[in-house]
Antibody, heavy 119, light 108 residues
Framework: QLQLQESGPGLVKPSETLSLTCTVS??????????WGWIRQPPGKGLEWIAT???????YYNPSLKSRVTISVDTSSNQFSLKVRSVTAADTAVYYC???????????WGQGTLVTVSS | EIVLTQSPGTLSLSPGERATLSCRAS???????LAWYQQKPGQAPSLLIY???SRATGIPDRFSGSGSGTDFTLTISRLEPEDFAVYYC?????????FGQGTKVEIK
């Protein structure tokens, strides 16, 4: 059974870079047909898709965040990561990593990690 | 950007009752790319329905999805205690992928 686990600092200062890693338990990070993504949820609010990277290395970003975010997959470590630059309080959220198959929605999600932006 | 508007915002029902949740899109959505998720407090969303009407693995048949174009519906035929949660629709056929704002199904 696939498990995804987010890790990273829970507190980031304004204007700094938020860095998160998602560890994939079953080694499928290098397999074809999978897409790896990040979604976030501000406290008490709804879900916002951030970015996705495909098995072939294509990346897709939410235009509202594209100038500040980078997603990358590291098959050698069974991990993928997210960086959000120049954070503000509006970036405070629970960040989820997730996996989907081509043509399907995100089926497997990590438990989420709360990142607070505050000085 | 496709905006998904869910209604009602909150649905107050009793166990055993039928729940009907609506998701309306600002533009046509290919039904192949319409999904529904359930989220319980403190948990990640869990996939219920994909392709507008196909149940994900392990989802009981009291959950059903329907619709096309701009109007989609999630129906829970008889609410079980574990079904009280927040439900989100999502379209992933157009970028950016977007979610509705959610419908909370609460115990009356």
């Amino acid at each position: 059974q696939l498990q995804l686990q987010e890790s990273g600092p829970g507190l980031v200062k304004p204007s700094e870079t938020l860095s998160l890693t998602c560890t994939v338990s079953d080694g499928s990070i290098g397999s074809s047909n999978y897409y790896w993504g990040w979604i976030r949820q501000p406290p008490g609010k709804g879900l916002e898709w951030i970015a996705t990277e495909s098995y072939s290395g294509n990346t897709y970003y939410n235009p509202s965040l594209k100038s500040r975010v980078t997603i990358s997959v590291d098959t050698s470590s069974n991990q993928f990561s997210l960086k959000v630059r120049s954070v503000t309080a509006a970036d405070t959220a629970v960040y989820y990593c997730a996996r989907r198959v081509a043509g399907r929605p995100f089926e497997y999600w990590g438990q989420g990690t709360l990142v607070t932006v505050s000085s | 950007e496709i905006v998904l508007t869910q209604s009602p915002g909150t649905l107050s029902l009793s166990p055993g009752e039928r729940a009907t949740l609506s998701c309306r899109a600002s533009q046509n959505v290919d039904s192949s790319y319409l999904a529904w998720y359930q989220q319980k407090p403190g948990q990640a969303p869990s996939l219920l329905i994909y392709g507008a009407s196909s149940r994900a693995t392990g989802i009981p048949d009291r959950f059903s999805g329907s619709g096309s174009g701009t109007d989609f519906t999630l129906t829970i035929s008889r609410l079980e205690p574990e079904d009280f949660a927040v439900y989100y629709c999502q379209q992933f056929g157009s970028s950016p992928r977007t979610f509705g704002q959610g419908t909370k199904v609460e115990i009356k």
